[in-house]
């Protein structure tokens, strides 16, 4: 069962958060986070953004994915309009970064996302999202207006207890880099994206 182990206020580029760091033991050195901006009322319906961890888009600012553009857009709109941003450690659709890497390498060779995942022998998408009902719940979060385009994202906050009030889209104009990646989320996890834009 997640705890919080940690928590703080920290000053950002887009304003303060309180930041919490949430896992099952104190030591674990990659706990997933929930990002509160300063000013946001949990007792009305609460903005929210489910992002999992993406080091070569957040970090290395990588034009093979839109995942910083949507970090960075969301901590922008939480400030603005008050919300939480749940960050989950799951990074590259939680294969890691070792199979991420891989899975570049025969993107390059032509295969899509999905494609170079089921080559590895990995799932296309491994994520958990019952982490975040779980980080909310403890937040007391009751209902929410969720940032995504995900409607696997929507399906998991209508089955849980959690009031899914409305949805926030979050679409980032595509690149050279990022078309494929980004067709592939439209065309194989039904991903509510706009065809002008993706």
Not at 58 to 63: K, N, R
Not at 88 to 97: D, F, K, M, S, V
Request: proline share 3%; hydrophobic share 35%; net charge negative.
């Amino acid at each position: 069962m997640l705890q919080l182990q940690a928590e703080s206020n920290v000053p950002t580029d887009f304003g303060e958060f309180r930041m919490m760091a949430f896992s099952e033991n104190e030591k674990d050195w990659m706990p997933h986070m929930a990002l509160i901006a300063k000013n946001t009322d949990l007792s009305k319906p609460v903005n929210v953004r489910i992002h999992s961890e993406c080091i070569t888009g957040e970090v290395f600012h990588s034009q093979k994915c839109e995942c910083g553009q949507q970090l960075n857009t969301a901590m922008q709109y939480m400030q603005e309009n008050g919300g939480i941003i749940i960050y989950l450690r799951q990074e590259g659709r939680n294969i890691g970064i070792i199979n991420k890497l891989k899975a570049y390498a025969l993107q390059e060779r032509g295969f899509d996302t999905v494609q170079a995942n089921l080559e590895l022998g990995l799932p296309a998408d491994d994520r958990n999202f019952d982490i975040a009902i779980e980080m909310l719940k403890k937040l007391e979060v009751k209902s929410l207006n969720l940032m995504t385009n995900n409607p696997e994202k929507i399906k998991i906050i209508e089955d849980s207890d959690i009031n899914f009030n409305s949805r926030i889209p979050l679409q980032i104009k595509s690149n050279l880099s990022s078309a494929s990646y980004l067709k592939t989320k439209k065309d194989f996890f039904g991903h509510l994206l706009d065809d002008e834009n993706s």
